[in-house]
Structure formats: structure tokens, C-alpha cells
């Protein structure tokens, strides 16, 4: 076999020959592999019976143009007998005998794989172009990585022109933002030859930041070798906001823009240890509004959520800074107030909370009025877990509702707490009275020994309480002075008292005297005195006939300014008699040093003056030692004709009880002194 038949046999592309019509006429083994006919069962076939119909022209052209003398090279795509495609690189050549074309020659390369191949790069490449995302491609084995290609999504989302990526580090995309330990993490995928997904703080050519969703895997060449890094970038500033907008609605409330639960309950983890260490209280409020829900259902959700906004701005204003106010509810608030000092700020918060909430909402041309049932817990009582306290105040704002709404519950445990609750509802109750004015005074005559007349009374107050009828001033008067309330039920009482008393006098022409119990706190603070003048110029009442009841306590603290008020009171021409006179410290001798001029001898002696001899010694030894003194002596509380009897004996002056009066309102007061001035009683036997 010579070359050229060598050539012919062997080779691995189809070599076929044609005749000057177009037949096969030889045809090599490879040929077989592109037609799927055995070289013999070829021959005598047209070419065209092959070539696909959009081929069809080009290849005869191709054909002709051999025929013709011309070598050409072209491509076409074929369909063999087994129907399977094939596209093909076909070269004719002019079959030459004698200076003539008598045939031509083909060589025909199957290029089906390598088309496929490119189609689907140029796909690949179209796609990267188009993509939203930017890519950038970079040579893994030149120093430093520089760019090879970079997308028009990956310079529009970083500025940059193409001239000035191409051969760069994409370090450029880095500034002042970008964490370390993101880059470091970046680099150890690249050294390590490893896919890498991070997201990263990158700067576009202007400075503006934006956050790069960044995914970089190698390419490695047909031994494995890693030859380029490619990368693909997603600018996700956008989605990062969002996030963050997500995080903080997480936490935050989005309508009032309040703190949710979750921070709550943070918080008050934070602020429990705090307290721990420092040991001061934390309080808990669970704050309720009462009736939201007409409002939502009457005037609509705008309107309910306007007032949800007012209501979240008005508890704000209460709080201070390291006070936490979340809501955890539709109408749901809860206040965390850390490192109290004592109760008393609790119950001033939840006060001020409660009228401050129940003050009338303007929204729009809607008026709203609300009030609001809050329940408090402390870490006064252990708990094992912090937000057990949330729990607890939840669970006494429920109460708070159980009690009527428009007030606030302490949750307690025990009795000891029960008292304390009573102590809170009372607070809140005086508070009304004092408003709703449902006190009234009662007046108890006091009675002259000598003439068995009655000269004057005590004035003492009655709470009128709506539901649990008249409660006694034992119970609230404590109380009072604890809270302070007592300033303004005092002046109430001083006014009403001599507003009676002139109105008593005018009427029956009679000059009785009026005694009004004052509380220390009352008695210490400014303006006390000042309040007496003005309630006497009111009702122009001569001040000889009101006097002031005033125990041993007014004298304890302070003395110095105490005597000197006493002084004020007597240059006034008042008179002030010292109550309960017995149970305190005052030795009558002390006594001598004040402008004092009664002292009442305290109940509990009178009570036993006849059964008990030291009882009986006391007084005795009191209105013997008085009488030294220039003191009058008031025995109160005297029950039995025995007792009266007795003191009678012992010269006391003035006498009151139950058995010669009870306490009594004002109409039967004016019932008993008239029936007085008609037929004294006569003088003890
Ligand atoms: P007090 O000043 O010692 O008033 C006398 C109390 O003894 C009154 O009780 C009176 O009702 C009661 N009492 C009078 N006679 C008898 C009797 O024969 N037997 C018995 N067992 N009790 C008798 P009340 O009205 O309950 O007042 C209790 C205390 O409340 C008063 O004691 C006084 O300390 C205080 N209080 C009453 N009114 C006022 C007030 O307007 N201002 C202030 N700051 N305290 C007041
Ligand atoms: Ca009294
Ligand atoms: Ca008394």
C-alpha cells in the first residue's frame, strides 16, 4: 500500500471521492462512522441525500465551486442513515486528471462535539453577560490574581470602567468597612482551592458602601489544576436593609415603635441582675387599657391605632432614661422601672400612669375617653425566673380589672401582702374621695362638768364610701398621713368644720367651739397657718372658737419649729389641746413649757378608771398635776354613769363619750343643741 492509499484507508476523518455528478464513488472506513453505510453500500449514493435542508445550498455550492477547480473548506451539518446528526468541517478538492476535473475529493471532519461545546460556551457567555448578577473571573495561576473578565453587571454595581478592572486584585472593592475577618475568610477559600460564600462589606468606585453577596469557586482544567477563581456578586444592600428593618420590627413594636416582648424580657433579665447586686427594687407594671376594643370596633382601626400612638407617647413621657416601656399586647403595655428606692414610687408611678391615661384623647373630631387597669409586681418577692414577674403583674392587672377597672392591684402571696393590697386599694380609693368629696364630718359634744352644759365639739370625719358604707377615720387617717393624702383631707375638714360651726352660732346665737383633730404632717408643713387664718377669715369666725387637737407626735420631731407654731396658734387666740394624752412621752412638766391649754386624757384610762386602781391613779395624778399647771382636763371616751362619776369626783373639767353624746352629723347636732338650750341635763349626782 502506498502513502496516498495509507492516507486514504487510515485516516480517522471520512475521505470520500465524488463523481462529477455527485455520487460517492470511494469512500475510507471512517466515513462510515459520519454516514452509517458501510464504504461498498455508499457508492453509487448522491451526497445530498445526507445534508440536511438548510445545508443544502451551501454544500452545493461548496461542490461546484471544486468542480469548477477550487478547493474549499466549509461546514455542514448532515443526517446519517441511522438518523443521528452529525455537524461536519467537509475541505473539497478537484479531482485532477490531464488538467481536468474529473471528480472531487472530500475530507470531512466530525466537529459535532466541538460545535456543541462552543454553542453551549457562547450560551454560557451570553448568560454571564446578561446576568444579574456580576462576574468576575480571574486567573489562579498569575501573581495576585488579576482579572481576566468582568460582566457589565459587575461594573455597573461597582462603577468601574472595564480597562480599569482588567489585571487588578479585586481587593479595590474593599474599604474601611469591610471586616477583616470576612476578607481573611475569602482568602483561606482561595489559598485552600475551596467554593467560598461570604457576604461583605464592599465600596463602589464613587464610596458609596453596598453589601456583596460574594460565591467564589475555582475552575480546574482537565488534570485537576486549579486555573481560574470565578466569582459571582450579588449586591444585596437592598435585602440588607430589609433585614435590618426586620430585625428591629423583631424587637420593635411597629406601630408605636415600642419595644416587643422579646427586648422586654431582655431588659428585664438585665435589669433583674442589676437590682440583685445593687439591691434596690424593680418594679413590674402591667399596664391595661379598659373598653379599647369599642373603640376599634365603633370608630374603626385608624382611630384605635391613633390612640394606641397617644397612649404609647403619654407612657413614655412618665418613664426616664434606664426605664423600659414595651408592649406586649394589642392594648398591652408593660413599664419596667429598675433601682427604686422605695413603694412609694411605685404607687406614684401607677397613679400618675392612671390619670394620665384616663385624661379624655382628641383624635381627629373623635373624643375618646379611657381609662386603663394596671398590675404590679416587685422583686420585693423572690421569683426563680425574671419575667415570672411580668406573670405576676399580668395576673394582679386582672385583678385590677376583677376590682372595677381605673385602678391598680400589687401581686402578693401571703396575708402580709393582702394587707398591702388593702393598703393600695385604699390609696386609690381616698384618692376618688377626696374628689367625689364623700367625706362628711360628724361632731361629738364636749360637755362642762360644773354646769352640765355642752360647750363646743369635737369634729370628726366619716368616709362615705360608695359601697362599703361609712368607714371609720381609724382605718384611713394612717393611711393618709402615709400617702400624704392627708394635707388635702385635712384642709377639706378645716373648712368644712368652720363653715358649720359659724353657721351653728349664727343661727342659735350661741358661741360653741369647734376642735379639729390636725395630723402631724399637716401641722409641720408650710402654709399651715396661713390655711387656718384664711379658713376663719372665710367664714369670719373669731379664733378663740376653734381649737386644735394635736398629739405628742407633732411635738417629737422638729420641736423647735413645732413650739413655735404653737406659739403662732396662741397669738392668734387659739386654743390647742393635747389628744390622747397618756400613751405618749409628755411629762406634764414638759408640758408647762408649751402654750398648750387642755389635755386629754387618752380613752383606754378612762375605760378602767373604775375597775383598775392604777388606772384610776393616773387620771388621779393627771388632773391634779394640770390643774397645778394652769391645764384644762377633757376626759373622752366616757361610757358609763360610773366613770362619769368618778372623774366628776376628781374635778375633771370637760368630759365626752358615748353616753352623753355619740358622734353625730350635722342635722343631728343642730337637733341636740337645740333641745340642750331648752333643758340642760342636770348636773351629775
Ligand atoms: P380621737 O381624736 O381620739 O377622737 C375620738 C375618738 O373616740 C373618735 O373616734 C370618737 O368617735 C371616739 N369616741 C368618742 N366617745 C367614745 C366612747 O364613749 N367610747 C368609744 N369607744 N369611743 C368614743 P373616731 O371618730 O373613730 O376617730 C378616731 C380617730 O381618728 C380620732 O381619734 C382622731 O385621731 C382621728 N380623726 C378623726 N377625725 C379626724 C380628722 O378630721 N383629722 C385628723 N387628722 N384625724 C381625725
Ligand atoms: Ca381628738
Ligand atoms: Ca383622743
Redesign the pocket.
Same mark, same amino acid.
Given at each position: 500500500m502506498d502513502i496516498t492509499q495509507s492516507l486514504f484507508t487510515h485516516n480517522p476523518d471520512g475521505v470520500f471521492s465524488l463523481d462529477l455528478e455527485g455520487y460517492f464513488s470511494s469512500a475510507n472506513l471512517a466515513t462510515t462512522t459520519l454516514t452509517g453505510l458501510a464504504p461498498d453500500d455508499l457508492i453509487g449514493i448522491h451526497y445530498s441525500r445526507f445534508v440536511e435542508p438548510e445545508y443544502q445550498a451551501c454544500t452545493d455550492e461548496a461542490y461546484a465551486r471544486a468542480k469548477l477547480g477550487e478547493p474549499v473548506r466549509y461546514e455542514t451539518q448532515i443526517v446519517d442513515a441511522r438518523g443521528e446528526r452529525h455537524v461536519l468541517d467537509v475541505t473539497n478538492i478537484p479531482m485532477m486528471l490531464d488538467e481536468q476535473v474529473v471528480g472531487v475529493y472530500g475530507i470531512a471532519k466530525d466537529i459535532t462535539h466541538r460545535k456543541q461545546q462552543e454553542t453551549r460556551l457562547h450560551i454560557l457567555q451570553r448568560s454571564i453577560e446578561v446576568s444579574l448578577n456580576g462576574i468576575v473571573i480571574v486567573d489562579a495561576q498569575a501573581p495576585d490574581l488579576p482579572v481576566l473578565y468582568a460582566n457589565p453587571p459587575f461594573l455597573r454595581i461597582t462603577g468601574y470602567d472595564m480597562e480599569e478592572v482588567m489585571g487588578h486584585n479585586c481587593r479595590f472593592l474593599q474599604g474601611p468597612d469591610t471586616d477583616p475577618q470576612t476578607v481573611a475568610k475569602l482568602r483561606h477559600g482561595i489559598e485552600h482551592h475551596r467554593e467560598v460564600r461570604v457576604t461583605l462589606r464592599n465600596y463602589h468606585k464613587e464610596g458609596t458602601p453596598f453589601w456583596n453577596d460574594l460565591y467564589i469557586s475555582p475552575i480546574r482544567d482537565g488534570n485537576g489544576c486549579v486555573t481560574h477563581f470565578v466569582g459571582v456578586m450579588h449586591d444585596i444592600s437592598e435585602h440588607k436593609t430589609n433585614e435590618a428593618r426586620l430585625a428591629y420590627y423583631a424587637s420593635h413594636d411597629a406601630l408605636t415603635g415600642l419595644p416587643h416582648r422579646t427586648l422586654l424580657e431582655e431588659r428585664l433579665a438585665h435589669d433583674y441582675q442589676l437590682t440583685l447586686r445593687n439591691a434596690s427594687l424593680l418594679a413590674v407594671l402591667y399596664i391595661d387599657l379598659d373598653d379599647f376594643k369599642p373603640i376599634n370596633d365603633s370608630l374603626g382601626f385608624g382611630v384605635g391605632d391613633k390612640t394606641l400612638k397617644v397612649v404609647a407617647r403619654r407612657l413614655e413621657s412618665l418613664i426616664t432614661p434606664g426605664d423600659t416601656l414595651a408592649r406586649v399586647g394589642g392594648n398591652e403595655f408593660v413599664m419596667l422601672l429598675p433601682g427604686l428606692n422605695d413603694e412609694d414610687q411605685v404607687w406614684g408611678m401607677a397613679e400618675r400612669a392612671l390619670t394620665l391615661l384616663a385624661t379624655p384623647y382628641v383624635i381627629g373630631t373623635d373624643e375618646i375617653y379611657m381609662t386603663a387597669s394596671i398590675g404590679i409586681a416587685t422583686n420585693q418577692e423572690a421569683v426563680k425566673q425574671p419575667v415570672e414577674l411580668i406573670r405576676r403583674a399580668d395576673m394582679a392587672m386582672h385583678h385590677a380589672k376583677r376590682m372595677g377597672r381605673n385602678t391598680y392591684h400589687w401581686f402578693t402571696h401571703d396575708t402580709t401582702g393582702s394587707t398591702m393590697n388593702e393598703r393600695v386599694v385604699l390609696r386609690r380609693e381616698l384618692h376618688e374621695a377626696i374628689q367625689q368629696q364623700q367625706f362628711t364630718?360628724?361632731y361629738?359634744p364636749l360637755v362642762a362638768a360644773e354646769s352640765g352644759q355642752t360647750i363646743g365639739f369635737?369634729?370628726?370625719?366619716?368616709w362615705q364610701h360608695p359601697v362599703h358604707g361609712v368607714i371609720?377615720?381609724?382605718v384611713f387617717?394612717p393611711l393618709?398621713?402615709q400617702t400624704g393624702q392627708?394635707i388635702k383631707? %385635712?384642709q377639706w375638714?378645716m373648712e368644712q368644720?368652720c363653715h358649720d360651726l359659724a353657721m351653728i352660732n349664727a343661727s342659735l346665737g350661741s358661741d360653741y367651739t369647734v376642735a379639729?383633730?390636725?395630723?402631724p404632717l399637716?401641722f409641720r408643713r408650710d402654709g399651715f397657718l396661713a390655711s387656718i387664718r384664711q379658713a376663719l377669715e372665710a367664714t369670719n369666725l373669731a379664733p378663740h372658737l376653734l381649737e386644735i387637737?394635736i398629739?405628742e407626735g407633732v411635738l417629737m420631731e422638729h420641736t423647735e419649729a413645732a413650739v413655735e407654731t404653737l406659739h403662732s396658734l396662741r397669738n392668734m387666740g387659739m386654743c390647742v389641746a393635747l389628744?390622747?394624752f397618756g400613751t405618749g412621752f409628755s411629762s406634764l412638766s414638759y408640758l408647762r413649757r408649751l402654750p398648750i391649754k387642755k389635755v386629754?386624757i387618752?380613752?383606754s384610762f378612762v375605760?378602767d378608771v373604775t375597775t383598775r386602781r392604777h388606772d384610776a391613779a393616773i387620771a388621779q395624778g393627771v388632773i391634779t398635776m394640770s390643774h397645778h399647771l394652769d391645764l384644762q382636763v377633757v376626759a373622752? %371616751?366616757?361610757?358609763t354613769q360610773e366613770q362619769l362619776n368618778f372623774l366628776t369626783e376628781q374635778k375633771c373639767d370637760l368630759f365626752?363619750?358615748?353616753?352623753l353624746a355619740?358622734?353625730m352629723p350635722l342635722e343631728k347636732l343642730k337637733e341636740y343643741l337645740h333641745l340642750n338650750a331648752q333643758s340642760p341635763p342636770a348636773p351629775p349626782a
Open positions: 364630718l360628724y361629738q369635737e369634729a370628726l370625719i366619716r371609720s377615720p381609724a387617717i393618709a398621713e392627708i383631707i %385635712g375638714v368644720a379639729i383633730n390636725i395630723s399637716q387637737e398629739t389628744d390622747d386629754k387618752d380613752r375605760k373622752e %371616751g366616757i361610757e365626752q363619750g358615748y353616753l355619740r358622734p
